[in-house]
């Protein structure tokens, strides 16, 4: 995926030549309003989902060129960025910040689509699948706090599991599992890891071990990780160096399980109980692979109590995104 993964990234990155009009934005012509639109989660999903048009549809231009006097504006000058993945000493600017979430370095910082308007922490041009159902606990509003950090999420449950349904998302988070995965589906997953995606799992929503154990540990099996032992129950208070757990020092976990490994030393410990780790993270290919025992997390009923659980989030996402999305400048 190199970031080149997601559905909106492969399709603006496409053509080799790309002309955008700019200087003629007004705020409702530019993403990133909607990216940080709180409250309107379908209006953020649809607005970055679009390859690189934006909501009105007057920035981008996919193929050929965009003429600058046909958008009604004419008032603004037109930069050719040549490749569409341009950054670095070949990149031409096409404003003075990074504005779009189009797959293109817009200010030549050296990183494609860094944009965080909030301040929270939490890239807005990520694009994250909760994949499967979610948990039990009715309070539970998880998609919709990932969408008001200005993120682009949605919960996904396919019938069918192919490279093309991941290539959409630069991070997906497991949930509850419903099914037995396919090993064709399995190696569709690993794949879209080694390409740079950044895959988290989660379980414990049941005691059954089919369902939150086997099931999970068919898509885990390829990072030689998995879900194993009796229930187990927190909180998390050790963390180990490791950026995800960074600054935490307690976090919920409530009738979980251990994360182990199939091939010894393959990742780090993230977080462990008495009994032994129940997180851990490891780089695979490209990409990344973060492994949590237990799914409480997701619930942000907890969160008053356990304020560090946001603070894991934001941290397991950062840690999980594409290499070259949504990093800092440098220095
Ligand atoms: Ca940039
Ligand atoms: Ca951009
Ligand atoms: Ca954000």
New binding site residues.
């Given amino acids: 995926m190199t970031h080149g993964g997601g559905s909106r990234a492969m399709a603006s990155r496409a053509p080799v030549a790309l002309i955008l009009v700019v200087g003629c934005a007004s705020p409702s012509d530019d993403d990133t309003p909607a990216m940080?639109g709180i409250g309107s989660v379908g209006d953020t999903q649809g607005s970055t989902t679009g390859a690189s048009t934006t909501s009105d549809g007057t920035v981008a231009s996919t193929a050929d060129t965009t003429d600058p006097s046909s958008d009604g504006s004419g008032d603004g000058p037109v930069f050719d960025l040549g490749d569409a993945t341009a950054t670095g000493v070949d990149c031409t600017p096409v404003s003075a910040d990074e504005q779009t979430c189009d797959g293109i370095d817009d200010d030549c910082n050296g990183f494609v689509d860094d944009i965080?308007?909030?301040?929270?922490?939490?890239?807005?041009c990520l694009e994250i699948a909760l994949f499967g159902q979610p948990g039990s606990l009715a309070s539970s509003q998880f998609v919709m706090w990932l969408n008001l950090?200005?993120?682009s999420t949605e919960r996904i449950d396919p019938a069918v599991v192919d490279a093309q349904t991941l290539a959409a998302y630069d991070v997906i988070i497991i949930d509850q599992l419903s099914r037995a995965y396919a090993p064709a589906e399995a190696a569709a997953f690993s794949d879209w890891v080694e390409g740079g995606g950044g895959l988290m799992a989660m379980t414990g929503h049941t005691a059954d071990p089919t369902s939150a154990q086997t099931w999970p540990n068919g898509l885990l099996a390829a990072f030689e990780l998995a879900y194993a032992g009796p229930l187990l129950n927190g909180p998390v208070t050790d963390f180990p160096p490791h950026p995800i757990g960074a600054g935490l020092t307690s976090v919920t976990f409530a009738g979980g399980f251990a994360v182990t490994e199939t091939n010894a030393g393959v990742s780090d410990v993230v977080g462990q109980l008495s009994e032994g780790p129940v997180a851990r993270a490891r780089s695979f290919g490209d990409g990344k692979v973060f492994v949590w025992g237990d799914e409480w997390i997701e619930y942000d009923s907890e969160w008053s109590s356990m304020p560090e659980i946001t603070q894991l989030w934001v941290n397991a996402l950062d840690w999980l995104r594409p290499a070259d999305l949504c990093a800092p400048p440098p220095g």
């Fill in positions: 940080t965080d308007a909030a301040g929270d922490g939490i890239c807005d950090q200005g993120t």
